[in-house]
């Protein structure tokens, strides 16, 4: 029998539709491959065994019944711990919140469930997102399966590396300043971050808020696309949700993938293709260039001066968010409780429970954030830098009245090896050197496949215009028919 984790999310369903194999064997199938080599990835933090099944079993009876499936029921999925999920533990990778087991589903997870997805548990990532590599999860490390010696990309490298290891065919990120297209990038799978507010935040637990964007995760275009029809839409709990309808990003998908790109024009940002890029990164992104022109893509270069502040920017907004939005974690309402003897002051408490239950990273951007919002310093720094996302927007209203979308790099690098960069924070940073200013302009982006460096994938990215996710998906799908997939070494 064909081996069901191989397979993609679309013929997954469709097996479980045409009664060729049941969303329980498809769901058996994947956690055997979670406790196969889940021990050498390190993707999962918790793996829901029973929930999974028995929401396969629903899906199967509700096929029995005669009922209308979904286009992803009985499809295994992997959640990242950034999540809440009713009564399964909700972490977001720190020490803070372990064990918590949340009282109720976001709405992300409500539409995944509705649809007929099966979760199979929450993926490891950063503490509170706060990482471009995963190295900073309060529970270890996750592994990178095309070498385990190396990063699977962060905040998000444990969906990435689920779906690499063929542990789950689609997953579930949040992306604030790249944390869903540099793990794809790295691991050789497809990431997008839909327009901000086209995706809800409702049960996310913020890091930074102005940012913030759940999204797709899967191992084809296609896949992602479906999914993120899936998630997406208005939300009336989620005050920055778009009251629009999904574009059409499935649609969309379907037509890129005839590879035919005839009137669509491509700007390549400039500021994008010099110094600070790896050689076989620039190598490989410079041949999907061509493999675009050749599709019937004009290409053409557009400058966004202002995309090289990006990063200072950045280093300023969300650190400032976070240090607001992390004031709740304080040992008093939910979560961690250390020092509460009888004998200590609330402050005393506060500071040993935050002492014990942040990471390095968090501290450290708690503090610039604190900082930076400071009497005195707010308007040099944080209102200088709220100044600056106005430019990078400027920058792409001004990009998308000459083309229908910008690529470049996905990642300046390909995934360096555990620990390399964990004692220079700024060489930590650069990881999501091209990926900032989407998140700071609110608009669609996505990483694809694009070829390989030094055996390792390199990602191309694609963004759009706010709510126009689907030219990302036809370009994608595009690229796709064209370079076709990259499969990691077996584990």
């Not at 049941?22 to 080599?37: K, W």
């Not at 064990?99 to 995944?112: A, F, H, K, M």
């Not at 839909?194 to 296609?222: H, I, M, W």
Request: charged share 20%.
């Amino acid at each position: 029998m064909t081996d069901l984790t191989r397979l993609n999310a679309v013929d997954l369903a469709g097996l479980v539709a045409n009664g060729d194999a049941s969303a329980v064997e498809v769901t058996r199938a994947h956690l055997d491959r979670i406790g196969a080599v889940d021990d050498r990835v390190h993707a999962f933090l918790h793996v829901d065994s029973d929930g999974a099944l028995a929401a396969a079993r629903a899906v199967d009876e509700r096929r029995a019944a005669g009922e209308e499936l979904g286009p992803l029921a009985g499809v295994p999925v992997a959640v990242k711990d950034v999540l809440t999920t009713k009564g399964v533990p909700t972490t977001v990778g720190s020490k803070i919140l372990e064990g918590w087991r949340p009282p109720y589903d976001s709405t992300i997870v409500e539409r995944l469930r509705a649809a007929g997805t099966v979760m199979l548990g929450k993926t490891n990532m950063d503490e509170f997102a706060m990482g471009s590599s995963t190295e900073y999860s309060a529970y270890g490390p996750t592994r990178n399966p095309w070498d385990t010696d190396r990063i699977p990309g962060g905040s998000g490298g444990g969906s990435a590396a689920a779906l690499a290891a063929y542990e789950a065919p689609l997953a579930i990120g949040s992306d604030t300043g790249g944390s869903i297209r540099q793990p794809g990038a790295v691991t050789g799978t497809v990431g997008a971050k839909p327009t901000y507010g086209g995706t809800s935040r409702y049960g996310l637990v913020a890091f930074s808020s102005s940012l913030d964007t759940p999204g797709p995760c899967a191992r084809t275009v296609l896949d992602a696309a479906l999914l993120h029809q899936v998630i997406g839409g208005h939300d009336p709990r989620d005050s920055t949700s778009i009251p629009a309808p999904v574009p059409d990003v499935v649609g969309a998908a379907k037509l890129g993938a005839s590879g035919d790109l005839t009137g669509v024009k491509l700007g390549v940002v400039t500021e994008f293709t010099g110094e600070g890029a790896e050689p076989g990164v620039m190598a490989a992104f410079r041949e999907s260039v061509e493999a675009l022109a050749k599709l019937g893509a004009e290409i053409v270069e557009i400058s966004c001066p202002h995309f090289r502040y990006a990063l200072p920017a950045y280093y300023l907004i969300a650190p400032s968010e976070c240090s607001s939005n992390l004031a709740r974690f304080d040992g008093v309402r939910f979560g961690l409780r250390v020092g509460d003897d009888g004998n200590r002051s609330l402050e005393e408490v506060m500071s040993l429970t935050r002492e014990a239950g942040f990471g390095p990273e968090v501290k450290r951007r708690i503090m610039i954030g604190t900082y930076a919002l400071s009497s005195g310093y707010y308007d040099a720094y944080y209102g200088q830098a709220q100044k600056v996302r106005t430019l990078i927007t400027r920058d792409f209203t001004s990009a998308f009245e000459q083309v229908d979308a910008l690529i470049s790099p996905t990642t300046p690098f390909v995934a360096f090896p555990i620990g390399a960069r964990t004692a220079d924070p700024y060489q930590m940073y650069l990881a999501d050197l091209f990926t900032i200013p989407t998140n700071l302009y609110g608009g669609p982006a996505i990483s694809v496949p694009c070829g390989l460096s030094d055996g390792l994938p390199v990602g191309l990215q694609i963004m759009a215009p706010t709510m126009a996710d689907d030219r990302m998906y036809r370009v994608a799908a595009a690229l796709e028919s064209s370079v076709g997939a990259f499969t990691p070494p077996a584990l």
